[in-house]
């Protein structure tokens, strides 16, 4: 069954390097997002990427933040100058047509900013 | 703005016994809303998709309603075993065409052999 992948699965960094996540979504997905998930919080939506381009960004995703898809394969969440309280769980998911179906999340990244 | 609220925070049943978990959202104009499980240290694992014109959505032991107009919905799940022991998380697709979901603070299960 397809899968979204994602890598590295923990990265350590740190305080003001740059950062930068990888996703390989489901290949017939057309819509990308990236989540993320401080310790014993809620999950929460850091934007939406449809047709190269960004749908919608939550505040968090300021400067600091880009998304890029480089070829037709990967998916990639870029943090600058990254700071302690970046630390957190980032997931990558993919949809296949849509907003209004169903979101598959990939395994998460880890990130710990010592 | 959409707030997704989860409860219990925490449930422990035993073996066998058939159990609901809560999602309420205070904004009722959604596409859909998604139940989701995470183990711990781990990723989202899809359970059922509802969308906002269905009532209900089956998948095996779970059952997922849906009640847009109250902002509640509810996943059922028949004779429960250890294996079902993980958090559950509902999230609320806003009616956009962004995709944003909205995440509750989900439910954490415990079921005892």
């Known amino acids: 069954e397809p899968e979204v992948t994602q890598t590295p699965s923990h990265q350590v960094t740190q305080m003001g390097q740059e950062v930068i996540l990888r996703c390989v979504p489901i290949?017939?997905?057309?819509?990308f997002y990236w989540y993320r998930q401080i310790l014993g919080q809620k999950v929460e939506f850091l934007v939406s990427f449809y047709n190269n381009e960004i749908s919608e960004k939550s505040e968090i995703f300021d400067d600091q933040f880009s998304v890029e898809r480089p070829d037709g394969s990967n998916f990639t969440l870029k943090i600058r100058s990254t700071k302690l309280e970046d630390s957190a769980m980032y997931f990558c998911?993919?949809?296949?047509?849509?907003?209004?179906?169903?979101?598959?999340f990939g395994p998460g990244t880890r990130l710990t900013v010592t | 703005k959409q707030e997704v609220t989860q409860i219990p925070a925490a449930l422990s049943v035993p073996e066998g016994e058939n159990l609901v978990l809560n999602c309420s959202f205070t904004d009722s104009a959604i596409y859909n809303l998604q139940w989701f499980r995470q183990d711990p240290g781990k990723g989202l694992t899809s359970l059922l998709l509802?969308?906002?014109?269905?009532r209900e959505q089956t998948s095996g032991r779970l059952n997922a309603s849906l009640d847009k107009s109250s902002g509640r919905s509810t996943l059922y799940i028949a004779a429960s075993q250890p294996g079902d022991s993980a958090t559950y998380l509902c999230a609320v697709n806003k009616a956009s065409n962004t995709g944003k979901l909205i995440f509750g603070q989900g439910t954490t299960l415990q079921v005892k052999p």
């Open positions: 290949s017939n997905h057309l819509y």
């Open positions: 509802i969308q906002s014109s269905q």
């Open positions: 998911a993919s949809s296949e047509e849509g907003s209004w179906t169903e979101q598959y």
